[in-house]
């Protein structure tokens, strides 16, 4: 992991309760998960994967921190900068999360104020816009289009 999960979740910009999960825990279920909520959980898990593709992408293994500490600034914030669209191009493939508002979402007026309804992406949505970041981060880290060519 190149960043802490502190520090990718105030990157990212996303808020567990959009996505149906939760960032906190009761005692009792602490106890239960080792103090570890479902939102922490999901993030850890794709930052792996993550931090996989990067490795294959580069040909370094960046779950090493002597590796990471090796890479000059610059590099580590592409690599930092790429992490995070990857993470967002799962989150949009699992979830559909939308970043933006469409203002005929936002409705104005009545005895219930501001209401914002929050649509979701359906699954070619999701695919073009998970793409699309990934081939963000892909160009980050090599400087190039991507084509995806051989990626199973």
Do not use: C, H, N
């Amino acid at each position: 992991m190149m960043q802490s999960l502190p520090q990718i979740k105030a990157r990212l910009g996303v808020e567990p309760e959009a996505l149906g999960m939760t960032d906190r825990l009761t005692r009792e279920e602490a106890a239960r998960s080792g103090s570890i909520s479902d939102w922490d959980l999901y993030l850890a898990d794709t930052v792996a994967g993550t931090t996989e593709l990067l490795s294959q992408w580069t040909g370094v293994d960046l779950s090493r921190p002597d590796v990471l500490a090796s890479l000059d600034a610059a590099r580590r914030a592409s690599l930092r900068r790429a992490e995070i669209l990857l993470i967002k191009a799962e989150i949009v493939l699992d979830y559909g999360f939308v970043e933006a508002t469409d203002p005929g979402d936002i409705q104005a007026g009545g005895s219930e104020g501001v209401r914002i309804s929050q649509r979701r992406l359906t699954v070619s949505e999701r695919g073009d816009v998970a793409s699309e970041l990934r081939g963000r981060a892909r160009t980050l880290v090599l400087g190039q289009q991507d084509t995806f060519e051989g990626v199973e």
